[in-house]
């Protein structure tokens, strides 16, 4: 019941183009779900994290869309550019464990030029 | 303001013998929480340290163990190692003291590799 499920695995947009990558989660007790970017050699940064009392924040090019009745969160990057290429996580925590993050397993996102 | 620091970057270690790995987290976070990274698992919570106290603790068996000092650097701790303990340990630091979300920050890793 921890499990947050990530698709799709890799992701190859033209420039310009929309990123869109869906998560499921399954424990009703997740409040917290952030989206992280990693590059390669580096640690993974926080992009931009929902709460279950917004269906959607928006922050730049970077959009949330939220569904709690069925348990799916997804991100969506608008005028995707080469410089976006890298991997992706969801993930989920719930209060008094917010660091405690159980993670998708990461979507390979490619930006065309 | 500087991020956190994960040292030591790479290490090459045999299958029994044990590593430490050290994490200093952005000045101010009393926070430190390490997972470990993994082609076939992903990203995996081992555990989290406030106020040098365990807070929480990941599925990972007892050879993994950590600790954090008084001016809030952890170490974690590997014994007898094993080939599947191959792995990027990631370190964050978090700013916050009670529960609810945090914005963690992490360090660039330590990549660990057992021959």
């Known amino acids: 019941q921890q499990q947050v499920k990530q698709s799709p695995q890799s992701l190859i947009v033209q420039k310009g183009g929309i990123s869109i990558i869906n998560c499921a989660y399954e424990?009703?007790?997740?409040?917290?779900f952030p989206w992280y970017q990693q590059f390669p050699g580096k640690g993974p940064a926080l992009l931009i994290a929902?709460?279950?009392?917004?269906s959607e924040k928006k922050e730049g090019r970077f959009t949330i869309s939220f569904n709690k009745s069925a348990k799916q969160f997804s991100l969506h990057i608008m005028d995707s550019q080469p410089g976006d290429s890298a991997t992706y996580f969801c993930?989920?925590?719930?209060?008094?464990?917010?660091?405690?993050?159980?993670f998708g397993s990461g979507t390979q996102l490619t930006v065309l030029p | 303001k500087a991020g956190v620091t994960q040292t030591p970057r790479y290490l090459i270690k045999t299958r029994g013998q044990q590593v430490t790995l050290s994490c200093s987290p952005i000045?101010?976070?009393?926070?430190v929480s390490w997972y470990q990274q993994t082609p076939g698992q992903g990203l995996q919570f081992l555990f989290e340290y406030f106020s040098e106290t365990q807070r929480n603790k990941g599925n990972f068996p007892g050879r993994f163990s950590g600790r954090q000092f008084s001016n809030s650097r952890s170490e974690m701790n590997v014994s007898t190692l094993e080939l599947g303990d191959s792995a990027l340990y990631l370190c964050?630091?978090?700013?916050?003291?009670?529960?609810?979300?945090?914005?963690?920050?992490f360090g660039a890793g330590s990549r660990l590799t057992v021959l």
């Open positions: 964050a630091s978090s700013p916050e003291v009670s529960s609810g979300a945090n914005v963690l920050t």
């Open positions: 929902i709460r279950p009392d917004v």
């Open positions: 993930a989920a925590s719930r209060s008094g464990s917010a660091r405690q993050l159980t």
């Open positions: 000045s101010g976070h009393r926070s």
């Open positions: 424990n009703t007790a997740f409040d917290y």
